[in-house]
């Protein structure tokens, strides 16, 4: 699954909005591309009854509600602790984020995919977050230095095409720089900058599509393949007796 995939349920959130104690449930959506197949201990607790909403409201044994809604998460956290196996796991709010506003922190959930062996040891298997209704994948440390990476060359090489426009060559004095060019140079700047920009726009594509020369998405195969389904009918249609008939009435 490509690391840009989304999922959003725009009737889940019409009907029950999206807050802590039900996103969870939320992310467990059937229809949610990010979700493991096999049954989780979440799942476990829903059929007996036990979320972060009804942990609040009624709380334990040995904790009666109402519980706050810490106090919920906590009980959540300690219930999902007493059984094994695949788990999702939403992580405590952070109490600041760099760039972010408390209303953007409020609509920010991040869930850990885990798989719990007992009370005290887990296998992280994945983290994603849920940012104003939508699921993402964080993305992994590679895909992060490799995005990175791939910006850096490519104001690197905005940097050298621009320097290329200003270099001129003299057999006699060799390679020099100019900087400002005359009304006799604008008609050849102005061609080698378009030239330069088509061929960052091409390269740019091949960056973010991060494919060969030549590849096809998904998408666009299919496109294709419609698009011959389309011709082959037209050509069916057009060699049918209707048709032939109809164009020597005319």
């Known amino acids: 699954m490509s690391e840009t995939a989304s999922f959003v349920d725009p009737v889940f959130l019409a009907r029950f909005g999206l807050h802590r104690a039900n996103a969870i449930d939320y992310f467990l959506h059937p229809l949610n591309p990010f979700r493991t197949k096999s049954k989780t201990s979440n799942e476990v607790l829903n059929m ?5 909403g009804t942990l609040c409201q009624w709380g334990t044994g040995s904790r009666p509600g109402p519980l706050t809604l810490e106090e919920g998460e906590d009980e959540y956290r300690i219930a999902l602790g007493r059984l094994t196996g695949e788990q999702y796991e939403l992580l405590p709010l952070p109490k600041e984020v760099e760039g972010m506003t ?23 298997l994945g983290i994603y977050y849920i940012l104003e209704g939508v699921i993402y994948k964080c993305p992994t440390v590679r895909g992060l230095m490799k995005a990175h990476i791939a910006r850096t060359l490519e104001g690197l090489s905005e940097a050298c095409d621009a320097l290329s426009v200003c270099a001129r060559y003299d057999p006699s004095s060799g390679y020099s720089w100019k900087f400002e060019p005359n009304e006799e140079d604008d008609q050849d700047l102005d061609d080698v900058l378009s030239y330069e920009q088509e061929r960052r726009r091409r390269k740019r594509r ?45």
Do not use: M
């Open 102 to 124: 408390p209303q953007q922190l409020s609509a920010l959930f991040t869930i850990r995919h885990v798989h719990r062996t007992s009370s005290s040891q887990t296998k992280v």
């Open 48 to 52: 007996q009854g036990i979320g972060i």
């Open 206 to 250: 091949r960056i973010l599509d991060n494919r060969r020369p030549g590849e096809r998405t998904e998408e666009e195969e299919e496109g294709i393949r419609a698009s011959e389904s389309i011709d082959r009918i037209l050509s069916r249609l057009s060699k049918s007796n209707v048709v032939v008939k109809g164009k020597q009435r005319l």
